[in-house]
């Protein structure tokens, strides 16, 4: 069975970091693509960046330059390194894979940039 949990949302100030975690079991994590996506209050969820099993990845306009993500299949986890964070970052973060044509997501972590 796939699990997917995520970790490291909180409360940070606009300008603040954080680093969010997903860890992944009932796979072969190395050989799947992952993905991070959000979505604000009121909104539909949009993808914010994905990383192919060969760690190529691929961002948001909106977060370029900002985040980072990065996968360590030694530990199943995949990464999402947010920096320069602003109140439009507001979010609950979601980590998402997809085996064969199932799509499995994460329950989310939430992610509040407030001053």
């Known amino acids: 069975q796939v699990q997917l949990v995520e970790s490291g949302g909180g409360l940070v100030q606009p300008g603040g970091s954080l680093r969010l975690s997903c860890a992944a079991s009932?796979?072969?994590?190395?050989?799947?693509?992952m993905g991070w996506y959000r979505q604000a209050p009121g909104k539909q969820r949009e993808l914010v960046a994905t990383?192919?099993?060969?760690?190529?990845?691929n961002y948001a306009d909106s977060v370029k330059g900002r985040f980072t993500i990065s996968r360590d299949n030694a530990k199943n986890t995949v990464y999402l390194q947010m920096n320069s964070l602003q109140p439009e970052d507001t979010a609950v973060y979601y980590c998402?894979?997809?085996?064969?044509?199932?799509?499995?997501w994460g329950k989310g972590t939430l992610v509040t940039v407030s001053s």
């Open positions: 998402r894979t997809v085996l064969r044509v199932v799509v499995y």
């Open positions: 009932g796979i072969i994590f190395s050989a799947y693509a």
């Open positions: 990383i192919t099993s060969g760690s190529s990845t």
